[in-house]
């Protein structure tokens, strides 16, 4: 009796995993055990005890240290195996985007070779937002899968992967701007069980995995060296060193949470890209730890590169190009251009007319930001 009233007679509330908003303000969960969180305004952050908002906290979850003010987000760079500014640049946004409950959120793509600190980078990322007792973890085998992991987390980190199929390309795609998933629930014949989340995804792997326009479209594509053996440290004393500077870390991107929330009504972008309100909540944020125009610049070069890299990867796209460069202009079918490339198996090249200008239109779709 009791639980049917409070399932049918009690008062309904929103449930939230790691992040929730209400009122203009965030509310980060810091998951330990007297329930508290971080609440941010645009006047700045505080502990609270008793916050509006509900949270959920499922198997694995890890609490959040208490945060500490008057830290630098600098103090992040040293732990992070970056080629340039501007990928420094690139994972502070990615961080800040993620302290945002509704997205969308870039996926975060990290390639390099073995001994590159992938891995690393990847916990290091998702320790200052939703650490975990599995903080990485394999690909998923299905698209039920995937979001019922997005259902009882909030950073999915996935690790060592060689490859995206196509069904999980386009899921991470629905996942960054939010999506849904519905299946039957079990032991029923017509009952509907729907999963609906947006996440922030962390993918890191040997190779570039992020081969389709539609996605790289919603990436932050990283590509890190190898580490030198020299500067090589163990594993222990970097955690150890990280977790010293992590409270402040952590009270930084609180600031500048803060910054942008205070910021973000006064920010305009000449052009929007395909993940809009990330560009203009970074671009919001970047005053607190960066000249203004700095992450513009770095994300729409980022965005070339990734595109530029799935054109030569493309067998398609990289013919149209061969075939423009010595004239102003082409005219004719599909079935004409098909003509004109390769007939060897196994090219790539599409077989049909219609396979052809599904293609056409993909790159089209892709075909990157003009420079600011």
């Known amino acids: 009796m009791l639980e049917a009233q409070a399932q049918f007679d009690g008062p309904q509330r929103k449930v939230s995993v790691r992040l929730a908003e209400q009122d203009g303000l965030i509310y980060l969960d810091l998951a330990d055990e007297f329930w508290r969180c971080v609440e941010i305004g645009a006047n700045g952050w505080r502990i609270t005890e008793d916050p509006p908002v509900r949270f959920r906290r499922s198997a694995g979850i890890q609490p959040l240290p208490f945060p500490v003010r008057g830290g630098s987000i600098e103090s992040l760079a040293p732990f992070l195996n970056l080629g340039s500014e501007n990928d420094f640049v690139l994972v502070v946004a990615w961080l800040l985007g993620a302290l945002r409950s509704a997205g969308p959120y870039p996926v975060l793509a990290i390639a390099g070779e073995q001994g590159s600190a992938k891995t690393v980078l990847s916990k290091l990322l998702r320790a200052l937002i939703d650490p975990s007792l599995a903080p990485v973890r394999a690909l998923p085998r299905d698209e039920r ?38 299946t039957r629930r079990l032991f029923t014949d017509q009952d509907e069980m729907l999963f609906a989340a947006a996440r922030p995804v962390i993918l890191n792997g040997i190779e570039e995995v992020i081969t389709r326009p539609d996605l790289a479209d919603r990436a932050i594509l990283l590509m890190l060296a190898p580490i030198a053996e020299r500067q090589r440290r163990p594993e222990t004393a970097l955690w150890r060193e990280f977790e010293f ?4 870390i952590l009270g930084a991107l609180l600031d500048a949470a803060a910054h942008g929330l205070h910021m973000l009504p006064q920010v305009r972008l000449q052009s929007l890209p395909r993940m809009a309100d ?16 700095t992450f513009e610049t770095a994300y729409w070069d980022n965005r070339r590169a990734a595109i530029e890299n799935i054109f030569d990867t493309d067998p398609v796209a990289a013919r149209v190009r061969e075939i423009m460069a010595d004239q102003a202009h082409w005219t004719g079918s599909a079935s004409e251009l098909l003509q004109t490339g390769p007939t060897v198996a196994g090219s790539g090249w599409p077989k049909n007319p219609r396979a052809l200008a599904g293609r056409l239109h993909s790159a089209k779709r892709c075909d990157g930001p003009p420079k600011p």
């Open 278 to 293: 990330f560009a203009l909540w970074a671009t919001a944020c970047e005053g607190a730890f960066r000249p203004a125009g």
């Open 245 to 248: 500077a992590r409270p402040r």
């Open 145 to 182: 899968e995937l979001f019922i992991a997005a259902s009882n987390g909030y950073v999915l980190a996935f690790d060592n992967v060689s490859g995206l199929p196509l069904w999980l390309s386009d899921t991470l795609c629905r996942l960054a701007s939010g999506g849904a998933f519905s």
